[in-house]
């Protein structure tokens, strides 16, 4: 395999299976990470394919960096997964603004600083796949207390249709990818961040918390070694897709809104065609 990719949050969950896979079938990659010996820990020491680097996704110079290495050490980047982030839970009133703000720096900002990173090489190359992980949560948004996280992943889905129209003429292929929940620690106390102030009236939310972090936890439906896979046939696939829901509770929100949509799209015909202007 002659592809080399680059993989951001890859020392746990999805990050670290894709890296696996990847190395299990031959691939050169170039995988970053905020903690250095949990990744060395997890792929089990060195591996001749592997160039592990800690980066700050929030520290362009530590991405540029990044780069620089990863082309000096295997010649170029093919493939880059957008994959590192984070999990804020609250509703809009609980969280403060900083709360939210360092939940997008960690979603969509990091992702955003990559991406103008590695652009002058694709670009030069006239080629390259960028996969940007966001969410169901990204394209369905109907459950209480995951608003901010869900706007995140929503600007991932935006950013990258629009990154799509700015780089297709130049020979890349951009894919924004939506899973369902995946077996990992995601909802774990350690990754699922709550609100500092949490306010009593909002049982609801209360209530989708503690089914999350407890009848959900580790009996989550997706496979995260299955998700990976996905991710690499749609990198090998000769035209790959803009969106790819991945996980069959993914797939039924889908189509669930999807219906949803158009039939509040045909109830209110009336009123949304007489907007225009009468000629």
Known sequence: MDKVWFVTGASKGLGLSLVKKLLSRGYKVAATTRFLPVLRRSIGGDHINLLPMEVDLSNESNIRAAIKKTLEV??????????????????????????????????????????????????????????????????????????????????????SEALYSDVKHFGIRVTVVYPGLLRTDFLGADSLRTPLHPIGDYMEARMVQEIHQQALHHHEPGNPDMVALGIIEVANAPSPPLHLFLGSDSYDMVRAKISMLEMDLEEWKGVTLITDFQF
């Open 74 to 159: 295997f010649g170029k980047i093919d493939v880059v997964v957008n994959n590192a982030g984070s999990a804020q839970f609250g509703t809009l009133e609980e969280l403060s603004d900083k709360e939210t703000r360092e939940n997008f720096e960690a979603n969509v900002f990091g992702m955003l600083n990559v991406i103008r990173n590695i652009l002058p090489t694709m670009r030069s190359n006239h080629s390259g796949h960028i996969f940007n992980l966001s969410s169901i949560g990204g394209f369905v948004s109907n459950t209480s207390g995951w608003g901010v996280y869900s706007a995140t992943k929503f600007a991932v889905a935006g950013l």
